[in-house]
């Protein structure tokens, strides 16, 4: 029997050859420049490291996430770990 996601959602990450990554389930991007993605994703944070690392497709209504370039290594972070608050999400906390 198959336990369901935590909070309901579904995450993938299908890397091609090294050099094509697509997500889906992202519900926000923390941070990106050639060398490291931080994205948060309905099961927590992920990190993508690599080398010329840039996004070609970012949809956050459909939760997807293509990125292209030389990927090293994808981290995952603690699954409680959630995208921090803005400030206008603290407003109506």
Same mark, same amino acid.
């Given at each position: 029997m198959?336990q369901e996601?935590?909070?309901?959602g !579904?995450?993938?990450?299908?890397? =091609?050859n090294?050099?094509r990554?697509?997500?889906?389930? !992202?519900?926000? !991007? ?6 490291? @993605? @931080?994205v ?20 956050? =209504?459909?939760g =997807? #996430?293509? !990125? =292209? *370039?030389? #990927? ?8 409680d770990?959630?995208a921090?608050?803005?400030?206008? *999400?603290r407003?109506?906390?």
């Amino acid at each position: 029997m198959q336990q369901e996601p935590k909070q309901g959602g !579904i995450h993938h990450a299908i890397l =091609e050859n090294r050099n094509r990554l697509l997500l889906t389930g !992202i519900t926000e !991007i923390d941070s990106f420049d050639e060398r490291a @993605v @931080v994205v948060y994703t309905q099961l927590g944070e992920l990190t993508i490291l690599g080398r010329n690392l840039h996004m070609n497709q970012m949809s956050l =209504e459909s939760g =997807e #996430v293509s !990125i =292209e *370039g030389d #990927v090293q290594a994808l981290r995952y972070g603690d699954r409680d770990k959630q995208a921090p608050l803005t400030m206008l *999400g603290r407003l109506f906390r």
